[in-house]
């Protein structure tokens, strides 16, 4: 089995045009970049003011406990309730 420094080596002696190939191969097997994926899923960016209005659901003078609390209970009393 050769090393990855034997095959980098074995590359440099190609000539141009096969060294361009390879490049072109080893580009298309590149893993996409999370910019790539979320414009293939139509996902845009979100902004501060839509972020925050998610976090609207919970009235701000109430305590984190009291957060807790209610999704405790509305776990018992709806197992398959959603917040959204």
């Known amino acids: ?15 141009p045009q096969e060294q ?4 072109e191969l080893l580009a298309e097997e ?8 979320a414009a293939e899923q139509g996902v845009k960016p979100i902004n501060y003011e839509e972020l925050r209005k998610l976090g609207e659901f ?4 109430e305590s984190i406990d009291d957060f807790i609390a209610a999704v405790r209970e509305w776990r018992r009393d709806e197992p398959d309730r959603s917040i959204d």
């Open 1 to 15: 089995m050769s090393t990855l420094e034997e095959i980098l080596k074995a590359a440099r002696t190609l000539p």
């Open 58 to 61: 919970w009235p701000e003078d």
């Open 30 to 37: 590149a893993p996409k970049s999370i910019e790539q994926i």
């Open 20 to 23: 361009r190939r390879l490049r």
